[in-house]
């Protein structure tokens, strides 16, 4: 039945987010996110045992009610302090009577991987891993983003993204429930239009945007998402973080850029390099869709005229921009 529906809204969708057409009324856009995957974590250490794991301060989820929050943006890194996966956790139980219960999400091409990595560091804890092949992710994105949470009806989690503001809602459902019939007024998007919309934006998510055992969590604007703790304590790849936070300057960043002429991302290579006017290396191209893409970049080189290096020495031209997320004081 989900399959049909499907297929019956899309047929006269807008292919831009904000476009005009389809259903006048929609106040958000729900996009299925099968590029994602969920694993549940049930069990009376299941708090403790993220603590130690997770870039980010998982102690709130203690703290449930009504200010409690629903769902923290973390990084997982190895020993070195490389990003393994981007997780967004979600608390699931209600009550400290209830058993601790998390779901997180995470790159569904490393799912097997990080259920692997989890187990590594259970050994004696008590608590349960199994992926959660019943329930689908989405993203719900509205028109504009003060717009408030709707009621969360059949929905498994409906709360705000904890990254920014700007990428609307993160929706759990199971499968066989149509999420058009979760947030009254919403309409169906396609996949390529919420990739268009975060690498608008400058958000990474994935395996591609951040290579796995390479990307580095400052580097990937991990403070600026809301995504690390530097006073929770020690974690799995801790040291480097905290001494690059408090005694380093972060000098590249993930920034969005924009290609002209327009050109087919799955023609460049993972890696490609991205150079200054001059031939000096300003960063490199990590993915991107349509003409919206990610980058990283040199902050010192991102002012003046950057140029794509493709293999058939096509000029492509590259603009940088600093998202309007950003804090004021970050350093541009």
């Known amino acids: 039945m989900l399959v049909r529906a499907i297929a019956a809204l899309r047929r006269g969708l807008p292919r831009n987010l904000h476009s005009g057409g389809g259903d006048v009324r929609a106040t958000a856009v729900c996009f299925p996110l099968s590029h994602r995957a969920l694993i549940r974590l049930q069990g009376p250490e299941t708090l403790s045992f993220l603590q130690g794991l997770l870039t980010n ?22 020993v070195q302090g490389r990003c393994l996966y981007d997780v967004i956790a979600y608390r699931l139980h209600e009550n400290e009577q209830e058993e601790q219960q998390v779901l997180l999400e995470c790159d569904v091409g490393l799912l097997d991987s990080f259920r692997k990595h989890l187990k590594l560091y259970k050994i004696r804890r008590k608590l349960d891993i199994s992926p959660c092949l019943d ?17 969360a009806g059949q929905a ?10 700007i990428m609307g809602w993160r929706l759990i459902a199971r499968k066989d429930v149509n999420p058009l019939e979760i947030v009254p007024g919403c309409r169906l998007g396609e996949p390529k239009d919420y990739h268009r919309h975060r690498y608008q934006q400058g958000i990474p998510e994935g395996v591609k945007d951040l290579p796995y055992g390479i990307a580095l ?9 809301n995504g690390v703790s530097f006073t929770k304590g020690c974690y799995i790849g801790q040291e480097l973080t905290a001494r690059t936070h408090h005694m380093g300057v972060i000098r590249k960043r993930l920034l969005p850029i924009q290609l002209s002429p327009l050109m087919p991302f799955e023609s460049i290579g993972e890696g490609s390099e991205i150079v200054t006017e ?28 950057l ?15 600093i998202p309007t997320w950003w804090p004021h004081t970050a350093n541009k």
């Open 57 to 78: 301060d998982v102690t709130p989820f203690e703290e449930v009610g009504g200010a409690a929050p629903r769902a923290l943006y973390a990084h997982a890194l190895n």
């Open 135 to 151: 329930l689908s992710v989405w993203a719900v994105v509205p028109k504009e983003p003060s717009e408030g949470l709707p009621h």
């Open 156 to 165: 498994v989690v409906l709360t705000t993204d904890p990254r920014v503001k």
């Open 217 to 225: 969590p400052l580097e990937s604007n991990l403070v600026y998402l």
């Open 278 to 305: 001059s031939g000096k290396s300003a960063g490199k191209f990590r993915a991107g869709e349509n003409e919206f893409g990610i980058a990283l970049l040199r902050l010192a080189t991102t002012k003046g005229p």
């Open 307 to 321: 140029r794509l290096k493709v293999a058939n020495d096509s000029q492509v031209m590259v603009t940088a921009s």
